[in-house]
């Protein structure tokens, strides 16, 4: 689906491109495709040299789910001294919590197209579990217990 589009990345920017077709949910559930990602990073990373590439120019890319995996993998090679370190991310509307389906960037973006909320909440419980029976629950907040909601409410709230 994204062929077209790191081609186009790829000449106009002078770089190779690496896309990696990682095991979608949810027939593979988490953390398949982030092991893909990561798997295929490290190994690109690993032979840089056979592709001609410097390794202080290596970025990881993602759009949407592949915004999260980007984030994912970043994180992880962040605290490796056995890879080269990556230059940057870029993440393009990355999911990256599902802890709240109600703050105020979903509410105010409810009901505009592609991805409505609902939407949001379906995919990201496909991705994580492979099964959307608990989709009112997280849609309502009621997944994460409040001792958690309170550890992470500096990062995620309103506020």
């Known amino acids: 689906s994204h062929e077209r589009i790191c081609q186009y990345i790829a000449k106009e920017s002078g770089s190779l491109v690496v896309s990696v077709g990682y095991r979608l949910a949810p027939e593979h559930k988490y953390p398949a495709a982030y092991e893909d990602c990561l798997n295929a990073t490290q190994h690109f990373l690993q ?7 410097d390794p202080a120019r290596v970025i990881v890319c993602g759009d949407s789910a592949g915004g999260n995996l980007a984030a994912a993998v970043s994180q992880t090679l962040a605290g490796r001294s056995d890879f080269p370190k990556l230059r940057a991310q870029i993440l ?22 592609l991805l ?24 309502e907040g009621s997944h994460i217990p409040p001792d958690l909601r309170l550890k992470y409410r500096k990062w995620v709230s309103p506020d």
């Open 47 to 53: 032979h840089l040299e056979h592709y001609g590439v």
């Open 92 to 113: 393009i509307y990355p999911g990256l919590q599902a802890l709240d389906f109600n703050l105020p960037s979903y509410q105010q973006n409810r009901g505009v197209p």
């Open 116 to 139: 409505f909320r609902e939407r949001a909440a379906f995919y990201a419980l496909q991705y994580v579990q492979g099964d959307t029976s608990n989709l009112e629950e997280v849609l």
